[in-house]
């Protein structure tokens, strides 16, 4: 028997995502008066960011993974004290616009997975999407051994099961895969900050292996001059890597894991400025295990299946096309954080704030936010925040290159066992120029993740020898979190309406001039 949809009351703003942007959002249209529901996939609030161990752990000092914890209890207090609903444990797998009045409804199934599962709509006057984003990953012979994790996702273990990766059979007290060997490889800056946290927390990192180089950065002074946050806490992760006596390598890459059962050690090449590895340059380090990502990509399957308009960055991710109070070109959709673009967390929670004032004025019938002195300043931050933020996806865009790491029987889509040359394949053989073509010829992308885990290497090997034309838009997915049948089957009779036509005109644009 399907279960029938709960529906909650209705709001005036329905928040997507309770990470720094989403809180900031939810907390500042609450205290302005909105009736707010905030609704997250977790147990519990904070996103990526501020992911803390569950209550059942335990943890005497949450805080002591974080250096920003103060930021997060004010918000969590704030949020307390406001009208706001948290719905936890809320999974929106999508939201359409209700049939008759100017509302949406959010549909959402409740529980981890199995028989709790619960259908829920949410019905609101507006939505901000909050969705964060998820790990780039890129493929190289050796990458499914067990021990392989995301950068991400290590720091994602530690913060929330207080778990290190290359976990062994630990002596009886000792932390759960303290003294393991783990390299942290791929790039960005998350990775010095995944190097210290698993340091600090009794790891041993014989080496972070950056692609790029940092010197990128040093061509923007003004920027850097005028985001001197960034700065101190690139200084902070670099003092603490050499006080753990941590090898910093860049224009490298982990280009093959060794071991079958377990990950023994990896081959780390340098490259070129392509990120082609230089023959004869192989190195062999031993480890327990490697933490490996290459930045993050925006999380837009709400928006994309809303319709939403989205731009290209600088490292070729898709970001939603957002005006200067955070709307979407889709009227009553408004986005924050790294769903316009990755800029950690200070912006998520700048641009959270801007759209919540942005959202309540707007219901409230008054005039855009951003003339208050408050409105001048957020917006004056985020301007520095976002030209930071374009300087990074510069810095660490993805080389070209990078492929020269396959073998055709390496797996790039995990979830499908399809193997690099398979793809490879579908695209010289079948002219398969795009994701959406070659999952339709080898099911690349069609499994549990849902080209999350492949999405960027599909992409780019179907695209490889292709001339030069406008790349192809983001893909779009009816449902953004799996969902069980019956949650379908008991929307009959509810407005769960089709989203209409796509308005994902600037697709292959880079507005920023990149
Ligand atoms: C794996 C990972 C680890 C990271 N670790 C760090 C770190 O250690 N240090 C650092 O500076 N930055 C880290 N980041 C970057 C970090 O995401 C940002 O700096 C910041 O958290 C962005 O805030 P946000 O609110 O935009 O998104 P997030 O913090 O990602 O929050 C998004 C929220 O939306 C929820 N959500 C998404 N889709 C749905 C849906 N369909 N239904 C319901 N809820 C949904 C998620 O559960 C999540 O709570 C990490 C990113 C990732 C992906």
Redesign the pocket.
């Known amino acids: 028997m399907p279960h029938p949809v709960t529906d909650d009351p209705e709001y005036d703003l329905a928040v997507?995502?309770?990470?720094?942007?989403?809180?900031a959002g939810a907390v500042a249209a609450a205290e302005l008066g909105l009736s707010v529901a905030l609704?997250?996939?977790?147990s519990q609030?904070?996103?990526?960011?501020?992911?803390h161990p569950a209550p059942a752990l335990g943890a005497t000092r949450p805080e002591a993974l974080h250096h920003d914890w103060a930021t997060f209890t004010a918000l969590r207090r704030r949020l307390a004290d406001s009208t706001a609903t948290l719905l936890a444990g809320?999974?929106?797998?999508t939201v359409v616009r209700a049939e008759a009045r100017d509302l949406w409804d959010v549909h959402?199934v409740t529980g981890a997975d199995g028989d709790r599962d619960r259908p829920v709509r949410v019905r609101a006057r507006a939505v901000l999407l909050?969705?964060?984003?998820?790990?780039r990953h890129l493929p190289f012979p050796g990458w499914t051994v067990p021990g392989v994790v995301?950068a991400?996702?290590a720091?994602?273990m530690l913060?929330s099961g207080l778990v290190l990766p290359g976990l062994r059979a630990s002596p009886a007290g000792a932390r759960p895969g303290a003294g393991a060997r783990v390299v942290v490889a791929g790039s960005g800056p998350?990775l010095l900050?995944?190097a210290a946290?698993l340091a600090a927390a009794g790891a041993r990192v014989p080496a972070v292996v950056e692609a790029s180089g940092y010197l990128g950065y040093a061509r923007h002074p003004r920027t850097l001059a005028a985001n001197p946050h960034k700065v101190a806490e690139a200084a902070r992760h670099g003092a603490a890597l050499l006080r753990h006596g941590v090898r910093l390598r860049t224009r490298s890459a982990v280009t093959r894991v060794h071991g079958s059962d377990r990950v023994e050690a990896v081959t780390v090449s340098r490259l070129d400025r392509d990120w082609r590895p230089v023959r004869g340059s192989g190195r062999r380090i031993a480890c327990d295990a490697l933490a490996v990502g290459f930045g993050?990509v925006p999380?837009l399957?709400?928006a994309t299946g809303l319709g939403c308009a989205t731009r290209r960055a600088r490292d070729g991710s898709h970001l939603l096309d957002l005006d200067a109070q955070q709307e979407t070109s889709v009227p009553g959709i408004w986005a924050?954080?790294?769903?316009g673009g990755?800029?950690?967390?200070e912006l998520?929670l700048t641009e959270?704030e801007l759209a919540g004032r942005a959202i309540a004025a707007r219901l409230g019938g008054r005039a855009a936010a951003g003339g208050s002195g408050r409105g001048r300043a957020l917006r004056r931050r985020r301007a520095r925040m976002r030209a930071f933020a374009a300087v990074m996806a510069a810095v660490h865009a993805p080389g070209a290159g990078w492929s020269r790491w396959l073998d055709d029987t390496t797996d790039v889509c995990r979830c499908e066992e399809v193997g690099a040359g398979r793809i490879r394949e579908a695209a010289t053989a079948f002219g398969a120029r795009d994701a959406r073509t070659v999952k339709l010829l080898t099911r690349a992308g069609m499994g549990w993740c849902q080209g999350r885990m492949c999405g960027t290497a599909v992409a780019c090997l179907a695209a490889e020898g292709r001339e030069q034309g406008p790349p192809p838009a983001p893909e779009r997915r009816p449902l953004?979190?799996p969902v069980r049948l019956d949650a379908l089957a008991a929307l009959t009779g509810t407005a769960a309406s089709d989203p209409g036509e796509p308005e994902e005109h600037a697709a292959g644009e880079d507005s920023t001039g990149g």
């Open positions: 997507i995502g309770a990470g720094p942007a989403g809180l609704l997250d996939a977790s609030p904070g996103g990526q960011f501020y992911r809320h999974h929106v797998w959402a909050a969705t964060g984003a998820y790990e995301g991400g996702g720091q994602a913060k998350l900050a995944v946290t993050l999380q399957d709400l924050a954080g790294e769903t990755i800029g950690g967390v998520a959270g953004a979190v």
